[in-house]
């Protein structure tokens, strides 16, 4: 299984980008993908994500900016990113809780990062 993100960029304050992350390989099932970000010299958190149950959960800075959509169908998860701001400049990450096999648990996989810069 390979994650592949997309769409960063440089934006000034303000601006918008949507990352796109797409699974491919051996999937079965996918019951979680999410977007991490780490900012230089922090430690890697959680900025959106889906549970297993379907409900999207979004770090107190991004709420109202960012919204995390999802298309298993074309197994893509993406995030649109709007009034962003310096603060969000970082590698941002997908990942993902995939199932190969209906025999086999649910594994985390992670895509490599894309840079977004914030600056003016």
């Known amino acids: 299984v390979q994650l592949q993100a997309y769409g960063g960029g440089s934006v000034q304050p303000g601006g918008s980008l949507r990352l796109s992350c797409a699974a491919s390989?051996?999937?079965?099932?996918?019951?979680?993908m999410g977007w991490y970000r780490q900012a230089p010299g922090k430690q890697r958190e959680l900025v959106a994500g889906?549970?297993?149950?379907?409900?999207?959960n979004y770090i107190d800075s991004v709420k109202g900016r960012f919204t995390i959509s999802r298309d298993y169908g074309k197994n893509t998860v993406y995030l649109q990113m709007n009034s962003l701001k310096a603060e969000d400049t970082a590698l941002y990450f997908c990942?993902?809780?995939?199932?190969?096999?209906?025999?086999?648990?649910?594994?985390?996989?992670w895509g490599r990062g894309t840079l977004v810069t914030v600056s003016s």
């Open positions: 990942n993902g809780a995939i199932q190969s096999d209906p025999r086999d648990v649910a594994r985390s996989y």
């Open positions: 390989g051996r999937i079965f099932r996918i019951t979680g």
């Open positions: 889906f549970t297993s149950g379907g409900s999207a």
